[in-house]
């Protein structure tokens, strides 16, 4: 089992007037790990929320594995969300909600859970409503680890949690996925600690798909330039410069737009080229009105 695939076409999901979703379509390749990222109030909720049947759609066409999820209970066994707030009973001990997890969730490891409930010190005999936040969090992240369905989607879990419990989570996410490939969404509108898992990335804005594309297409799209600070000045002179940093006489700056001759002018003018963070071109094209639009050619 290597997942399940997602297609979501001319989706549209509304709260009352407010348009959450607006007509948008993207595809989550099977056994990928697929960041869906975007600005707080920009759908990620809501579009995991329908992928998962916890809400249903205004309209347009959403299939996991081939089939509607709503109410369709073989991909919905296959198929586990968890968001910030935990989706977890609160009135029963961690335990008592691992015990029924492994009852209904063929594929639920009781080893993995128990190796990350004392990763993360969790005391399988408290109460969710007991627990601290970031506790909380690294609950959620315990349920959505160990389920390993077919489909598991993350939804910001990891944010409450501190430092040392997120890295842990990364590194056993990645350590688990290898042994166990399957399909993770992890949504979050934090780029920089995840990026490095995510081999695909979705970027919702304001309800619609900016673009969505794998991460090292979309990190093609720019460099960074590093060097004396008067050589990086004339190299990016009439370019898109998106960020710039400077300590001592040695600077770096980003560009969007990467040309064939990039690479020679540098060579020449002794500077060096390097990728660009998924993080800078987050906020590169989140922050910008005009980059709407650019979604199809990309694509
Ligand atoms: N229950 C609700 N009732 C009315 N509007 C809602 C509801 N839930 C979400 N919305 C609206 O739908 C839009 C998308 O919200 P959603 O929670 O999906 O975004 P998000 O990207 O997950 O945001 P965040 O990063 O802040 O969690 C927002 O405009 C939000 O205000």
Request: net charge negative; glycine share 10%.
């Amino acid at each position: 089992m290597s997942g399940y695939g997602v297609e979501v076409r001319d989706l549209t999901a509304r709260y009352d007037t407010t348009v959450a979703l607006d007509a948008v379509s993207f595809s989550i390749r099977p056994g990928v790990i697929t960041g869906l990222l975007g600005r707080n109030g920009s759908g990620k909720t809501t579009a995991l929320s329908v992928l998962a049947a916890f809400r249903r759609k205004t309209s347009g066409t959403v299939l996991v594995d081939g089939e509607d999820p709503w109410e369709n209970e073989r991909v919905l066994a296959g198929t586990c969300l968890v968001r910030e707030s935990g989706d977890v009973a609160q009135d029963q001990k961690l335990k008592q909600t691992l015990e029924y997890l492994g009852d209904r969730r063929p594929l639920f490891s009781r080893e993995l859970a128990d190796q990350l409930m004392d990763r993360f010190e969790l005391d399988p005999l408290t109460r969710p409503d007991r627990l601290s936040r970031g506790k909380r969090s690294a609950f959620g992240v315990v349920v959505g680890l160990a389920s390993r369905t077919p489909l598991t989607l993350l939804d910001e879990v990891h944010l409450g949690m501190d430092a040392p419990s997120r890295y842990a989570f990364y590194d056993v996410l990645l350590a688990d996925w290898l042994e166990h490939p399957r399909t993770i969404v992890l949504s979050s509108h934090l780029i920089g600690e995840i990026e490095r898992l995510l081999e695909d990335v979705v970027v919702l804005d304001r309800g619609t798909v900016l673009t969505a594309s794998d991460a090292d297409t979309l990190r093609s799209g720019g460099i960074t330039v590093t060097g004396p600070a008067e050589a990086v000045a004339l190299f990016v002179d009439g370019r898109d410069v998106v960020g710039r940093q400077q300590l001592g006489r040695t600077a770096q700056a980003t560009l969007i737009g990467a040309r064939d001759d990039d690479a020679a002018r540098a060579r020449q003018a002794g500077l060096e080229l390097g990728p660009v963070a998924l993080q800078d071109l987050f906020v590169h094209l989140t922050d910008r009105p005009s980059a709407v639009g650019t979604s199809e050619e990309s694509r």
